[in-house]
């Protein structure tokens, strides 16, 4: 029989804010079973751009990532980020394990294609090293992935966290069943962005464009709901969003999506 799997991935909104962090690493610890932790930080990297005098562009909730911004997001999710959150895990007692996608080969990738955008060095994902995730689960170890994968050329590349923990949930459905977690500062999906009370319980597909062509999901919500159908169509059994109270599973206000 396969082994439960949690992916929980958490945004930048709740990264910056050092008690929302504590309050959700808390709970993420307290989580029973194999899990993996994917979080962003794409606003803490923002800010160090914007300290360092340069501009941050994004398309499409996606950012523009030319060789300075490379370093800045190395530096910001592979470091800072990552390691302050393994470290934080490891005083909860979750033997937690930093990785970048080059780290153990775990997330190889190509650099995306110039189609409309020039993203830069930004990558779409080609593969996943489940064994070895498999292999660090089994030993009972946390991964914890910041937003990057390479090219196996030696090229980093900048990857929306959302897409790195629907590609890790992919490609680790085959071995787990898998619950995919998108964690952020409101408890779901909401009819209207300003009232936190009109979250939509769940959303389908045919639910789902309606919702586009309504404009309801806008920003950073376009990529995050095209990663979660994107799972949902590859075999992924389960996918919420909301605030990290879902994570309690006495909270119930959070969004499902299915078929
Ligand atoms: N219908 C919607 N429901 C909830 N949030 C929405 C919606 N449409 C747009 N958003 C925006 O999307 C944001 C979440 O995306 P993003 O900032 O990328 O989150 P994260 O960094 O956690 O991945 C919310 O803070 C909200 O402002
Ligand atoms: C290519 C791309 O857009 N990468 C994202 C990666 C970080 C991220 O996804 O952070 P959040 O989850 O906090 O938004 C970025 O640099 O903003």
Redesign the pocket.
Known sequence: MKEKLSIV?I???V?ENTSELEKFLTLFSELEGLKILV?????L?TQLATKLGIKSK?VG???I?DAETLDI?TMV?AGLTNKNIVARLQAKNCNAIGLSGADGNSIQAHKRPVKHVD?GF?GDIDSVNTALLAHLLTLRLTPVFC?MSHDGKGQLL?????TIASELAIGLGDIFVTTLYYCFEKPGVLLNVSDDTSVVKEIDTKKYKQLLAGGVIAD?MLPKLENCFHALNNKVDTVCLGNMDMLDKNDSMFTTLTL
């Open positions: 991935k945004g930048g909104n990264i979080h962003g930080g794409g606003k990297a994004m909730g996606r950012r990532t997001i999710y993203y930004a937003a900048n990857t929306n966290a959302d950073g």
